[in-house]
């Protein structure tokens, strides 16, 4: 899972790259359909989630074939519920953009991105759903080489579609449409081929599914799309400040996906080893596993900080499209990755959450770092400091978020250890 995550995040940095050699425009428009890309990328999550937690607890109970359903019936509602949400967000992509404070000068290039973009979107969703029930049914070297394999090819293809054939900014878009396609074809005929997917609605009673699905998945949807409504509100904070203060933010969102990388991995891996030990009856050897895996995430982002803060001088002037995005992303990166430590305690707590049957307390966790920490100290610092003020902000918000995650976790874990 390690290997396709970075191969997940390297290529959209490599997007970003590739991006920001049209101009500052082209990359400030990437930067404003980011946040919708988390709401959507969250709706899956939320999906996703629910079938690893039901489908390994199924397992870990000995019933194969409840699992086996239970996966098509997941794969079959998922597609649905994103092919709505992506429907709509092109219906109300006028409104949304002006929600946002995107200008004038930008709406062509959205109005040129954004079909593809969500139709990338939505292939994205449905092999990501293939994904999640070869890791429920515990095997994560596939889904891991396929994240490896899409992510290659889509690297290849960028500059292929965005320059060769001269499609600019949707270029992007349409490389990851067929390495979506690609990827989703040899996924699907494996999962098929070890019979870890059926549709049958006499073998599985539809309506007790869905209520079932429903009660994991909305929490733990819910819970995934705070980033998303939080990513929202943020540009719409940074878009003050300018178009290249979006470019920057654009460069900077992309090397936070690239440095917690490992936590992306993790929070993919542990759940179906969680949800198999709580299935089991084995909290202690769950919570064992939490622990190591927060110890070696405290440490990792420490030293990943340290390691982007010693380099930045050299990293900025070659990401950064001119030369007000560069002095904005030299900010970023001497502050906020200090916080992706806290915050990737935050993600392996909702996580973790799911799996052990705690899909509101994740809600609460979410709810909480976004809402009650990250916002407001992100609002005052701007208020104060503008950038660099919004950036210590983060920082700051992040580090309390991941004190109160931890806490909620050790509550929750208490109230089943005592049950």
């Not at 194969?64 to 967000?89: E, P, Q």
């Amino acid at each position: 899972m390690l290997f396709g995550a970075v191969a997940l995040m390297s290529f959209q940095l490599v997007d970003s790259i590739f991006i920001s050699m049209l101009g500052m425009q082209p990359l400030a428009a990437l930067g404003f359909s980011l946040p919708l890309q988390q709401l959507l990328i969250g709706v899956q999550i939320g999906i996703g989630i629910a079938a690893t937690a039901l489908i390994s607890r199924a397992i870990g109970a000995g019933n194969l074939d409840h699992a086996k359903y239970m996966g098509g019936l997941v794969v079959i509602t998922g597609c649905c519920v994103s092919f709505i949400l992506c429907t709509l967000i092109w219906l109300l992509r006028m409104p949304l953009l002006n929600a946002l404070g995107a200008g004038a000068e930008l709406l062509p290039y959205t109005e040129s991105y954004w079909l593809p973009w969500l139709s990338s979107a939505w292939l994205g969703a449905f092999l990501y759903f293939a994904n999640s029930i070869s890791r429920a049914n515990g095997d994560t070297r596939l889904p891991g080489l396929m994240m490896v394999f899409t992510s290659v090819l889509n690297m290849l293809l960028d500059p292929l579609f965005i320059f060769t054939f001269g499609l600019g900014l949707p270029g992007a878009a349409y490389a990851t449409i067929v390495a979506c396609l690609a990827g989703a074809a040899i996924m699907y005929s494996r999962i098929l081929k070890r019979h870890w997917l059926a549709f049958d609605p006499s073998k599985l009673p539809i309506a007790a599914a869905l209520r079932e699905i429903a009660k994991t998945s909305a929490p733990a949807m819910l819970s995934q799309l705070m980033p998303g409504t939080a990513s929202l509100l943020a540009t719409r904070i940074v878009a003050g400040f300018g178009g290249s203060a979006i470019a920057a933010w654009t460069l900077g969102s992309r090397l936070e996906l690239f440095s917690i990388v490992i936590v992306l991995a993790l929070t993919m891996a542990l759940p179906p080893m969680i949800g198999r030990l709580y299935g089991s009856k084995q909290l202690d050897r769950a919570h064992s596993m939490v622990l190591v895996a927060v110890r070696f995430v405290i440490g990792l982002q420490l030293t990943i900080a340290l390691l982007w803060m010693a380099s930045r001088g050299l990293i900025a002037p070659a990401l950064a499209p001119d030369q007000d995005s560069e002095v904005y992303l030299l900010s970023y990166m001497l502050w906020v990755p200090f916080s992706y430590a806290a915050l990737g305690v935050c993600m392996l707590m909702v996580s973790v959450c799911n799996a052990l049957g705690m899909p509101m307390r994740a809600v609460w966790i979410s709810t909480l770092r976004l809402f009650f920490c990250y916002l407001p100290a992100l609002w005052v610092g701007a208020s104060i400091a503008e950038m660099s003020g919004l950036y210590i902000g983060v920082l700051l918000g992040n580090v309390a978020a991941g004190l109160l995650a931890w806490n909620l976790y050790k509550r929750g874990l208490q109230h089943i250890q005592k049950t």
